[in-house]
């Protein structure tokens, strides 16, 4: 039975962990669910927003199960651990779709990255952020040093991932890296996702994708996106598809 759950209503996909008795942490099948899933939203165009939740008042995401790793010799480890968490992570921040991450409890390592994959959080007033890594002699490994640098300021980053400190949910509104601290934070995510609703899909896919290229995310994918989108509307790729179906020379006229 899948531990990663996927439903939809009314144009809101959401994404819902359910490994409660571990603090929702993650393990090979759940981050197999977790991109099966990604496919599926990102091709159904009736969803203009994702929501990704968690089961439970304890823990939004604790990580990853140090019971699924800690078997892996060093080279898988590094080669089937840490990459493929990457990779599903990478496909959660590169999704054309908006993304809202509900902390409705304490994200720590692998659920605080998990967090940042999204384009924007919620958080409860008693939710916690961290990256406890070291405490147990490892380190972030699913984008805990490269895409919290991005959106969290250095030296709290640095408290984190050296000393281990907890950041509380005000601390982290100060910061930029939560939308908003909610006593209710569900509802309040899904107030932010209906608002999508009156916007243009294609103009936030599009606005989703220029910004990803300005900060580097998949950078060299987006940019393609980008002009491919705009090729493909044009009256000369109508025309090349045309000609070399008809197996004639084409005439382009730069429309």
């Known amino acids: 039975m ?16 359910d490994n409660p008795a571990k603090l929702n942490a993650f393990t090979p099948s759940m981050l197999d669910d977790l991109a099966r899933h990604l496919e ?12 990704l939740t968690s089961v439970g008042d304890r823990a939004f995401c604790a990580g990853a199960d140090i019971a699924a790793w800690s078997g892996y010799a060093p080279d898988e480890f590094a080669r089937i651990w840490v990459r493929t968490g990457h990779r599903v992570f990478d496909r959660l921040a590169r999704l054309s779709k908006p993304t809202i991450a509900v902390l409705q409890a304490h994200a720590f390592g692998g659920g605080l990255e998990l967090a940042a994959a999204c384009d924007i959080r919620v958080i409860a007033p008693q939710a916690t ?5 070291t405490h147990i002699g490892i ?11 991005r959106l969290l300021p250095e ?31 569900d509802g309040s995510a899904n107030g932010i996702a209906d608002k999508l609703k009156e916007t243009s899909p294609r103009a936030t896919e599009i606005a989703k994708y220029m910004i990803n290229a300005a900060v580097n995310e998949d950078a060299a994918a987006m940019i393609e996106a980008l002009g491919s989108g705009m090729i493909a509307a044009s009256a000369d790729r109508a025309e090349g598809v045309a000609s070399f179906t008809q197996k004639r020379k084409p005439k382009f006229d730069g429309r």
């Open 40 to 51: 599926v939203i990102d091709a159904d165009p009736r969803i203009v927003a994702v929501k």
């Open 139 to 149: 380190v972030p490994g699913w984008s805990g040093t490269q895409r919290l640098s």
């Open 129 to 133: 952020i961290a990256l406890p890594e």
């Open 2 to 17: 899948s531990a990663v759950h996927l439903s939809q209503a009314d144009g809101i996909a959401t994404l819902q962990l």
């Open 155 to 185: 030296p709290a980053l640095r408290e984190m991932a050296l000393f281990g400190r907890r950041i509380d949910a005000a601390r982290a509104f100060s910061f930029g890296f939560v939308a908003e601290v909610a006593d209710d934070a």
